[in-house]
T-cell receptor, first 112, second 114 residues
């Protein structure tokens, strides 16, 4: 089974900030948290990765509380083109095959 | 070049056919992956190759046979498939075979088994 739990779906409107939370209660000390975005009929695309506190890049921010049992992907001012499925993965550098399992993901729909 | 290419884009095959899916990357990545994805489901890991050796096989039926001829190429040989094997087959690569390495995915091959 995947190590993460996410909401199945979310709706938003253009221009809003969207926060998608991922639960990973059994996260291990060496685990990183990685988010991918997938559009229909395309392969997933890496968005952001973090270990603790906050990470920001040109696309998104990732907030990780001190206990690391959850993380929140924040998409600022979404547009219609951000409609996609977002996956959270948790794992370390040991190549454990359990880490490679994608959870159900969150289907984000951005409305005009 | 940060691209993973997959051929063909679409494939229709009968249950008695033998076909192959191909995947190529030129990023110097040493890990390559095959995933299967059904409609509205997450990608499902099938195989992982690390330094051209099969490191993970997720109990995939033997009608799927992976091959890694060199560090840039990954094939998936298909034989005697069932209609339920129809899906999008995704190839990915990364620096190393672990989740903390960013995976680069190809566009996928849409397979239909009749």
């Amino acid at each position: 089974l995947a190590k993460t739990t996410q909401p199945i779906s979310m709706d938003s409107y253009e221009g809003q900030e969207v926060n998608i939370t991922c639960s990973h209660n059994n996260i291990a000390t060496n685990d990183y948290i990685t988010w991918y975005q997938q559009f229909p009929s395309q392969g997933p695309r890496f968005i952001i990765q973090g270990y603790k506190t906050k990470v920001t890049n040109e696309v998104a921010s990732l907030f990780i509380p001190a206990d690391r049992k959850s993380s929140t992907l924040s998409l600022p001012r979404v547009s219609l083109s951000d409609t996609a499925v977002y996956y959270c993965l948790v794992g370390d550098s040991m190549g454990n095959n359990n880490d490679m399992r994608f959870g159900a993901g969150t289907r984000l729909t951005v409305k005009p | 070049d940060t691209e993973v290419t997959q051929t063909p884009k679409h494939l229709v095959m009968g249950m008695t056919n033998k076909k192959s899916l191909k995947c190529e990357q030129h990023m110097g990545h040493r890990a390559m992956y095959w995933y299967k994805q059904k409609a509205k489901k997450p990608p499902e890991l099938m195989f992982v190759y690390s330094y051209e050796k099969l490191s993970i096989n997720e109990s995939v039926p033997s009608r799927f046979s992976p091959e890694c001829p060199n560090s840039s190429l990954l094939n998936l040989h298909l034989h005697a498939l069932q209609p339920e094997d129809s899906a999008l087959y995704l190839c990915a690569s990364s620096q190393g075979p672990s989740v903390d390495n960013e995976q680069f995915f190809g566009p996928g091959t849409r397979l239909t088994v009749l």
